[in-house]
């Protein structure tokens, strides 16, 4: 990327320019209709016979071009400078995760919930140049927060992640494929997946459907699975007691490997129960490497070097310069 304007948007400010040479043409038919009504033409010439006509025109000319000078400069050019943001290659990724409260059961200790944290902070860790999105999903999809390369507010926002970001209880997978899809640009066609994390307990039936749907836009879904097939009990952590049905028994959460899996299928994507972070990472990461990296320059993070100050420094020094000549004629 070579030299830009920061505000192109302000080029019409060169009009200024058309203002001021009809100003100009509109004084000099002025002082032409002034002069011929003070008096004898003879006498009114020797009156004026100091005054440097192309002098004058200099001085207006100086005034032209500073003016265009002080509009290059509010544009502001510039150039990208310093190793930050320049040319960064990577794709984007959506972190769909589940908050439903079956995640809170400590199956996998301390509990789902924070072993999927756990690794969704490692793969940021190890995709730097990608551009990350979060989404929470239980009883319905919110986008919590849009592809991004701040991957520091990202960690935040997952960190916080929890039942309660999420009113409506329950596990709409259905939902959250629907959501990801949306939250990709448009025009993109490649360079972007699903990472969904989830024990796959759904109470959504267009889990499936939303996956071939994905499938024929071309977007690879990464199923994790978190929890076990014996399953846990979900413990309330407002209260610390084990929920319980309508008829008074314990509920059993169990992890549902097969709806994880068959969307991983359709979608090109793999399926990956969490045991290790460490190892699910890297099995995700080496499937993510099959999609086509792009070029993409990140202008929010890039460093530039500006040329403002040298336009305004010439803008003065002409204005300057036109003030200091004179529109009296040398004397012989």
């Known amino acids: 990327m070579g ?11 060169f009009l200024g320019i058309l203002l001021l040479l009809v100003v100009f043409t509109g004084l000099q038919r002025w002082k032409k209709r002034s002069i011929k009504k ?4 003879l006498l ?9 006509k192309t002098r004058y025109i200099i001085k207006f000319v100086l005034i032209l071009v500073a003016f265009a000078i002080g509009v290059t400069a ?14 960064r290659k990577g794709i984007d990724v959506i972190f769909a995760l589940d908050v439903s409260k079956s995640m809170l059961a400590n199956d996998l200790a301390p509990s789902r919930l924070e072993r999927a944290k756990q690794l969704i902070y490692r793969l940021m860790k190890e995709m730097p140049n990608d551009r990350i999105g979060l989404i ?8 919590q927060m849009p592809l991004t390369h701040d991957h520091a507010s990202a960690q935040m926002f997952v960190a916080s992640a929890g039942p309660g970001a999420v009113p409506a209880q329950g596990t709409v997978i259905g939902d959250a494929l629907k959501l990801s899809y949306e939250a990709f640009e448009a025009s993109e066609t490649r360079y972007k997946a699903v990472i969904l994390l989830s024990d796959g307990e759904d109470h959504d039936p267009t889990a499936l459907t939303q996956a071939t749907d994905l499938a024929t836009h071309g977007l690879m879904v990464n199923t994790v699975g978190i929890g076990s097939a014996q399953g846990a009990h979900i413990t309330d952590a407002a209260t ?21 899996s068959d969307i991983a299928r359709i979608t090109n994507g793999i399926y990956v129960q969490l045991q290790s972070s460490d ?3 890297k099995q995700i990461q080496a499937q993510l490497a099959q999609i086509e990296q792009k070029v993409a320059g990140d202008i929010s993070l890039m460093s530039f070097q500006t040329y403002f100050w040298w336009f305004a420094g010439a803008m003065l020094l002409l204005l300057i310069g036109e003030i200091f000549i004179p529109e009296r004629k040398k004397r012989a």
């Open 3 to 13: 030299f830009q304007f920061q505000y192109p948007q302000l080029v019409w400010l």
């Open 38 to 41: 003070m008096g004898e033409p």
């Open 44 to 52: 009114v010439r020797s009156l004026l016979h100091n005054f440097s």
């Open 74 to 87: 509010v544009m502001n050019l510039r150039k990208p400078g310093g190793p930050d943001g320049v040319n």
């Open 136 to 143: 929470l999903f239980a009883g319905k999809a919110y986008l």
């Open 240 to 260: 610390g007691d084990i929920k319980k049905d309508e008829m008074g028994n314990p509920v059993i959460t169990k992890l549902n490997e097969k709806e994880l």
């Open 279 to 281: 190892q699910a990472a």
